[in-house]
């Protein structure tokens, strides 16, 4: 009797694997036949549940956006304060450790292929709504005007990728990385004490 196999499972073992050596490795290296070699399969299995490297990258995105979002809800959970729920919000987003500087190195990368890939593009988009959206459910206790609320947001999202940038391009490595991080997380905390001085 075949073995019964877990459709949803696999998919997400691939999409994983993806993720993984995009981080390790740079996304070039995510090549169905690297993704397969990966995963321990053929390029052919690997086929069967993504037809192309496009639909392969897609998923894994999808898949490290909605991971990267329960650790930010995992972040604010007991944290009081509006505010402070909303600094908490923007300091994990940001890549203030090895972990999440991988991650935004990998982001940075989609978006490159993004400018070449309308499905790339699409689904970046669809990431980048559901981002605002969050920070709109955060930013509405702060704001004294809900026609503020979108403007707002995206100015969070434009700091947050600006900070991002710079922690990515300019920020020394080694122990000199803590003295950037705390710079960092001082410029978020002197924003959200503007932001809520500007709209009390």
């Not at 309308?118 to 969050?134: D, F, G, I, K, M």
């Amino acid at each position: 009797m075949p073995k019964e196999v877990d459709i949803e499972q696999k998919r997400s073992e691939f999409a994983d694997a993806t993720w993984r050596v995009m981080t390790d490795e740079g996304l070039p290296a995510a090549t169905m036949r690297r993704i397969a070699a990966e995963t321990n399969c053929t390029t052919g299995a690997l086929t069967h549940y993504f037809p192309n490297r496009e639909a392969l990258l897609v998923e894994a995105l999808r898949r490290a956006h909605y991971a990267a979002g329960a650790r930010l809800m995992a972040a604010v959970q007991g944290v009081s304060g509006h505010r402070a729920r909303l600094e908490t919000l923007l300091l994990e987003a940001l890549p203030l450790d090895s972990r999440r500087m991988k991650e935004w190195r990998t982001r940075l990368a989609v978006w490159a292929a993004a400018s070449t890939s309308v499905t790339l593009r699409a689904e970046n988009s669809r990431r980048y709504q559901e981002w605002n959206a969050l920070l709109e459910r955060y930013l509405e206790p702060i704001l004294s005007r809900a026609d503020w609320l979108r403007s707002e947001a995206v100015l969070l999202m434009g700091l947050v990728d600006g900070l991002a940038l710079r922690l990515l391009l300019h920020a020394p490595r080694g122990p000199r990385m803590q003295a950037a991080v705390s710079e960092v997380t001082a410029e978020v905390r002197f924003y959200l004490q503007a932001l809520e001085q500007r709209c009390s």
